[in-house]
C-alpha cells in the first residue's frame, strides 16, 4: 500500500486530468502532493523520493497551467506529467535512493533490508518502473511531435488516444504486474540467504569460542522452529568503546528449518 500512497499525486492527477478543467487537476494533484509530503513529516518517516518529487512536479505543472494557452496544455500537460514523475525517478536510482527501496524497507528486519537479494530485487523493480515511466513519456510526446493539432481531449484520432492514454497506461499496468510477479521469482530459498549480524566475545576468545559463541548468538535471532548453519565471522573483532576486554565480531549465517 505504500507504493500507492507515493503515485497518489499523479494517480489524482491522470484520472481528472481531461475530465476537469487543467487548473483544477493540477491544483488538485499538488495539494494531494503536498499533503503526501506532510502527513510523511509528521509520521517522522524518512523523505521517500516520490514525495518530494511530486510536489515539485506539480508546483511546475501549476506554473506552466496558470502561464500558458490551452491549446499548449492540450498538447503537452500529458507527456510533462509523465516526463516529472520518469526525471523523479531516474534521478533517485542514480544517486542510490531507488524509490522502490525506499517503500519495501518499511517493517522488514535489518537482516533482509542488508541482504543482497533485497538490494538486487528493489533495484531491478525501480528500473522497470523507471523504464515504463520513460515510456509512457515517449509515447506522450509523439502526437504533439508529429500532429501539431494533437489534443489529450481527441477521442476520434487513432495517434492521439493511442499514445495519449492506451499505450503509457499500459505501461503502467505491466509494470505494476511485474512488481507483484517478480519478487517471488527473484528471492532465493530462504536457506540461501545469508544473514549479517554481530557478537560480542572476549578480547582473548579463541576461534573455537569465537564460532560457538557466532553460532548461539545467530540462533537467538532466527527464533524458535529455525536454526542457523554455515555461521562465519570476520577477521577482525573491534573493541568496545570503554572496554578493552571485549570486542565486537561480524558474523554470517544462513537459517532453515530446525532439524527434529
Same mark, same amino acid.
Given at each position: ?42 509520521? +517522522?518517516? !524518512?523523505?521517500?523520493? #516520490?514525495?518530494?518529487?511530486? *510536489?515539485?512536479?506539480? $508546483?511546475?505543472?501549476? &506554473?506552466?497551467?496558470? =502561464? ?87 477521442? +476520434?484520432? !487513432?495517434?492521439?488516444? #493511442?499514445?495519449?492514454?492506451? *499505450?503509457?497506461?499500459? $505501461?503502467?499496468?505491466? &509494470?505494476?504486474?511485474? =512488481? ?31 564460532i560457538y559463541l557466532a553460532t548461539e548468538h545467530a540462533n537467538r535471532e ?39
Open positions: 500500500m505504500g507504493i500507492i500512497f507515493g503515485f497518489a499525486p499523479w494517480i489524482v492527477y491522470w484520472v481528472l486530468v481531461g475530465n476537469v478543467p487543467f487548473h483544477a487537476a493540477v491544483l488538485i494533484a499538488l495539494a494531494v502532493a503536498v499533503a503526501a509530503f506532510v502527513a510523511a513529516r509528521v509520521a +517522522r518517516s !524518512p523523505g521517500r523520493t #516520490l514525495e518530494i518529487g511530486a *510536489v515539485a512536479t506539480f $508546483l511546475v505543472l501549476t &506554473a506552466l497551467t496558470f =502561464t500558458m494557452s490551452s491549446a499548449f496544455m492540450e498538447r503537452w500537460l500529458q507527456p510533462l506529467s509523465n516526463a516529472g514523475i520518469f526525471l523523479v525517478a531516474l534521478v533517485g536510482a542514480l544517486v542510490g535512493r531507488p524509490f522502490v527501496r525506499e517503500f519495501a524497507v518499511v517493517g522488514q528486519p535489518k537482516e533482509v533490508i542488508e541482504s543482497e537479494p533485497f538490494a538486487r530485487i528493489t533495484s531491478a523493480l525501480t528500473w522497470i518502473w523507471i523504464a515504463a515511466f520513460g515510456g509512457m513519456t515517449v509515447s506522450s510526446a509523439i502526437p504533439p511531435l508529429v500532429q501539431g493539432d494533437a489534443t489529450i481531449l481527441d477521442t +476520434r484520432t !487513432p495517434l492521439s488516444f #493511442l499514445c495519449y492514454w492506451v *499505450v503509457p497506461f499500459s $505501461l503502467l499496468g505491466v &509494470a505494476a504486474l511485474l =512488481t507483484r510477479i517478480l519478487p517471488d521469482r527473484m528471492l532465493p530459498p530462504e536457506e540461501e540467504i545469508v544473514r549479517k549480524t554481530t557478537f560480542v566475545a572476549f578480547a582473548e576468545a579463541e576461534i573455537d569460542q569465537l532466527v527464533g524458535a522452529g529455525k536454526e542457523a548453519y554455515d555461521v562465519r565471522i570476520g577477521s577482525k573483532g573491534v573493541p568496545l568503546v570503554g572496554d578493552d576486554t571485549r570486542e565486537s565480531w561480524p558474523s554470517t549465517y544462513k537459517v532453515r528449518e530446525r532439524k527434529r
